[in-house]
């Protein structure tokens, strides 16, 4: 596209400042105490600390013999060395009593390490007979046991305010005696789609009518992250807007509205957020595809009017809402995971005072990843088929081919990585 094709947008907000303004208006909707086993994927608001000494006391690596180290230090094929077997001790119960020289206890993984006793052989290197326990081949002192508080200390840091709990997260928490915890409420959103030619999924279509794609992919994205979510589709109705709008904002913490937020004579959505006396932040970015968001605070709530093309409104939403949405629940990470890769051709911006994302895919080949941008007619085919986005960054005309870049992954997670592996290598 060339320069002329594109307004200078001058009056546009910039991309880096259109973010920046977005984290530091969205804030933390609240702190929630959870137990444990609901706190997955959620983000910490208070630093954890064990409880407690983690074993609690010395206890067993293996299933075998408790043993006095003086008594097989010196034990071999041709000299072994033969225990009496005076009981057992098994995890959770304790052998009760010291366990005297030449004596042995038959010990289980996790069981309590016997009085008196301070060594563990395996019990495939024993050979039980029915008047002792023969061993034929020494070990190191403390061997194959666990000393009281290895895995954790009482007071020790388990884990930081702000710290995504993960299930290993979850198992240490648990085992250090932590039942509940302090966890960054996940704020509630709103998607308001807007115009008469909007239909929501399932209704009949006039001609010129469309189905209301944009919401399904935004509340698809939420889900993803795990964010309740409440939907409506309205008509290009100054009156119904406003009765939605006001409808939603005791209920939720979060509105977008999708539609409606361009420079035509139906695009009420901004205007009504006026006469709401809302605080805009921002309207129109120099960013492409996505140009036309505004955003801006409702008494005290984001509200994030984002435009009505497919392409505009999932880069206006990926790139500026969810971030902002992710900063409500305590996150300050971006919700693209990214990786670097080399570009298999050039790519140039519309205009170097902008910001411009594209779609790409992604492969891995010869060792390493390569991204490629998607080429494709159909706005919707591009959505779900890219797997990731370039961005040209302000100050940038070109990409060129052959260039090391960071591309963001379209995946809410880093696990989502081995995936694009599998479908794309060859």
Not at 183 to 195: C, E, F, H, S
Not at 258 to 283: N, P, Q
Not at 330 to 347: I, S, W
Not at 358 to 375: H, I, M, R
Request: glycine share 10%; hydrophobic share 40%; aromatic share 8%.
């Amino acid at each position: 596209m060339s320069y002329s094709e594109i307004d200078e947008g001058k009056n546009y907000t910039g991309f880096g400042k259109a973010l920046s303004l977005v984290r530091s208006n969205c804030k933390p909707v609240g702190i929630e105490e959870l137990p444990i086993d609901l706190c997955n994927n959620r983000i910490l608001a208070e630093n954890l600390y064990s409880l407690l000494d983690n074993p609690s006391t010395d206890v067993s690596l293996k299933d075998g013999f408790a043993v006095r180290y003086e008594d097989i230090a010196t034990a071999s094929t041709k000299n072994p060395v033969c225990l009496k077997n005076i009981g057992s001790a098994f995890a959770g119960t304790a052998f009760k009593g010291e366990v005297p020289k030449g004596c042995t206890v038959n010990i289980c993984s996790g069981a309590p390490i016997p009085e008196g006793t301070d060594t563990v052989i395996a019990v495939e290197l024993c050979e039980v007979t029915p008047e002792c326990v023969r061993i034929t081949k020494g070990a190191k002192k403390g061997q194959n046991i666990l000393a009281a508080g290895k895995d954790l200390r009482k007071g020790e840091e388990l884990a930081p305010a702000g710290r995504i709990l993960l299930p290993g997260d979850l198992g240490l928490i648990a085992s250090a005696g932590i039942s509940s915890a302090s966890v960054y409420r996940k704020p509630k959103v709103a998607i308001i789609a807007i115009g008469d030619e909007v239909v929501a999924p399932g209704g009949h279509l006039h001609l010129g009518q469309l189905y209301a794609s944009n919401l399904v992919t935004i509340a698809a994205w939420l889900d993803s992250f795990g964010f309740p979510c409440q939907t409506g589709v309205v008509k290009d109705d100054r009156a119904a807007i406003r009765c939605k709008m006001e409808d939603l904002f005791t209920a939720v913490d979060v509105i977008l509205t999708s539609g409606g937020a361009w420079g035509s004579e139906r695009d009420l959505t901004v205007g009504i957020l006026d006469e709401f006396k809302w605080h805009k932040k921002f309207s129109n970015v120099r960013m492409g595809p996505g140009k036309g968001v505004s955003f801006g605070l409702w008494n005290n709530k984001p509200v994030f009017c984002l435009p009505g093309g497919p392409a505009s409104n999932e880069m206006a939403f990926l790139q500026l809402a969810l971030p902002g949405i992710l900063r409500m629940e305590g996150q300050k990470r971006h919700p693209l995971p990214t990786v670097f890769a080399k570009l298999t051709k050039d790519v140039t911006s519309r205009h170097r005072d902008w910001a411009e994302f594209k779609s790409a895919v992604l492969a891995y080949k010869n060792g390493e990843y390569q991204v490629t941008p998607y080429q494709n007619r159909s706005r919707l085919q591009s959505i779900a088929n890219a797997t990731c986005f370039i961005c040209i960054p302000e100050g940038f005309d070109v990409l060129s081919g052959g260039d090391t870049i960071e591309v963001q992954l379209l995946t809410p997670s880093l696990g989502g990585l081995s995936i694009v592996r599998r479908r794309y290598s060859k």
